[in-house]
């Protein structure tokens, strides 16, 4: 019977587009959460990656304004699906842009938002006026923008693609390391890797509990616990995808714990070996750009 009054509700809904995914709206009278699903001509199955709905989690555990998405499970023709309360009308002697203004100065302020949006992105996590809206009696940001989802086709300048994916790289090359202890200065992402560690930097008050509250998992469980029969290359995109997720989240951790608790004695204090001979400098160097400060006219600090 449930499963017949799931159906049912689903056939009820009302569609609705957007550039890269269908919604299914609940009829007015009925009331329950948007379905959101990709376009059918997208290769990626998911209504939304798993790094975004991790992020917007996080935030709001520690009370941003953010109302996220949740895996709500599967359809064989069109994948993997999210769920999302739907917002309300204005309540009565609300003003809508002064609360739009509001909630866009707190993340402009926060270094925690600074550190997981795209770059130069204004309105902050794409903050326009469609995707924000009342959940209750409060104002709150229903579709944001993080920088894990931005892809480069998107992006115009080479370093803001570098800014984009900066602490994936960093992390990825800070494992993969050549054995002559090449200076990670060298690198070519040198700039937007020094502007992020500043932001980990900044963000340090907040991080812990960001890090913690990204890393659980137990709600991605209507995914992993579907009773339909998933096609195995839509499995593959979704393990593909946790997979840059939880990439994402070892980076935060990693470089969180190398900026911020600088005098932690680390396992390579303890390896007197040729091949982490210029592991050392790395991580001095990542940690003295994480004090650089950004000026007013220049979006990332110099090399020193």
Same mark, same amino acid.
């Given at each position: ?7 049912? $509700? ?11 995914? %269908?919604?299914?709206?609940?009829? !007015? ?46 359809? *064989? ?5 999210? $769920? ?10 609300? #003003?809508?842009?002064?609360?739009? #203004? !509001? ?7 926060? &270094?925690?938002? $600074? ?11 794409? $903050?326009?006026?469609?995707? =924000? ?8 940001? /229903?579709?944001?923008?993080?920088? &894990? ?9 080479? #370093? ?15 494992? %993969? ?30 991080? #812990?509990? /960001? ?50 608790? &600088? ?5 390579? *204090? ?12 790395? =991580?001095?160097?990542?940690? !003295? ?11 990332? &600090?110099?090399?020193?």
């Amino acid at each position: 019977m449930v499963a017949f009054s799931m159906a049912w $509700s689903i056939l009820k809904m009302k569609q609705a587009h957007g550039k890269m995914r %269908q919604v299914e709206l609940p009829e !007015e009278d009925e009331g329950g959460d948007a379905i959101k699903y990709a376009h059918p001509h997208r290769k990626t199955k998911l209504g939304q990656l798993p790094v975004n709905m991790a992020i917007s989690r996080a935030l709001a555990k520690l009370g941003y304004p953010i109302e996220s998405e949740k895996p709500y499970g599967y359809r *064989d023709n069109v994948g993997f699906t999210v $769920s999302q309360p739907m917002f309300n009308d204005p309540p009565k002697g609300k #003003d809508f842009q002064s609360d739009l #203004d !509001e909630l866009r100065f707190a993340l402009e302020e926060s &270094p925690l938002v $600074s550190l997981v949006q795209s770059e130069r992105q204004w309105p902050p996590l794409d $903050s326009h006026a469609g995707n =924000v809206g009342y959940y209750g009696n409060k104002m709150k940001l /229903f579709d944001p923008m993080y920088a &894990p989802e931005v892809f480069d086709q998107m992006v115009d300048d080479p #370093d803001d693609r570098m800014y984009n994916r900066a602490l994936q790289d960093a992390y990825r090359y800070m494992n %993969q390391w050549k054995p002559k202890g090449t200076h990670i200065a060298e690198h070519a992402g040198g700039r937007p890797w020094k502007e992020r560690f500043r932001q980990i930097r900044e963000a340090g008050d907040e991080l #812990d509990e /960001f890090i913690q509250a990204y890393k659980d998992r137990s709600e991605i469980r209507p995914w992993l616990d579907t009773q339909e029969k998933v096609k195995p290359e839509h499995m593959e995109q979704l393990m593909q995808r946790f997979g840059e997720a939880n990439q994402y989240g070892d980076a935060l951790a990693w470089f969180h714990n190398t900026i911020n608790n &600088p005098e932690q004695t680390r396992l390579y *204090d303890f390896d007197q070996s040729p091949m982490m001979a210029g592991y050392p400098d790395m =991580v001095r160097w990542i940690q !003295e750009s994480a004090k650089s400060e950004r000026g007013p006219d220049d979006f990332f &600090p110099g090399y020193p």
